[in-house]
């Protein structure tokens, strides 16, 4: 089970779940999806102990694109405005 997340810093952090669900309620989606896509994205990376913040991301806006292309815009404009990251560029 995934225990860390390596960001783009380099440093590690705890995997918490709760980041991702808090991450995804900001684009719009409701809780109960945001919750279902954070379980989803927690069993894709069962199998490691570390994952990089980059393919975090990657999976995460994978499955807001497959459910809602709305809040994966609304993300990617977020991360664009506030983080001043060009995360679809990142991720290509």
């Not at 960001?7 to 945001?34: H, N, Q």
Request: a positive charge.
């Amino acid at each position: 089970m995934v225990n860390k997340v390596i960001k783009r810093d380099g440093s590690e952090e705890d995997f918490i779940i709760e980041k991702i669900i808090v991450s995804i309620l900001k684009t719009g989606a409701p809780i109960d999806v945001a919750r279902r896509i954070a379980r989803k994205i927690e069993c894709q990376f069962m199998d490691v102990d570390k994952v990089t913040a980059k393919d975090l991301t990657k999976a995460i806006l994978i499955e807001l694109r497959k459910t809602n292309e709305e809040w994966y815009r609304n993300w990617i404009v977020f991360d664009r405005a506030v983080k001043r990251r060009l995360t679809e560029k990142e991720l290509e």
